[in-house]
């Protein structure tokens, strides 16, 4: 039988393995959620009175996304684009 404490690094070494896992999935859902959520956001602008304060707020989270499209390949950027205009019916 092994002692209590390989048991209990083992372990340890579980939980550390499992948080990474789930904070690198957390990562990578973001990274792909947070861009693909400016077409519905501004579909929601279109069809709503906001205060221009709000509309300026919102600039601002999706500003980043910007200089980041330039850097993508022309089809990624075209389809990006598609996506977006689709949203902006």
Not at 1 to 22: A, C, G, V
């Amino acid at each position: 039988m092994k002692p209590d404490s390989d048991n209990d690094d083992t372990s340890e070494s579980n939980r550390r393995s499992h948080r990474f896992r789930k904070s690198a999935i957390a990562v990578v859902v973001l990274m792909v959620l947070y861009p693909l959520s400016w077409g519905p956001v501004m579909w929601l602008l279109q069809q709503s009175d906001i205060d221009h304060k709000y509309i300026r707020l919102i600039n601002r989270v999706y500003e980043p996304l910007l200089p980041v499209m330039r850097l993508m390949l022309e089809p990624v950027q075209s389809a990006y684009r598609e996506y977006f205009a689709w949203w902006s019916r």
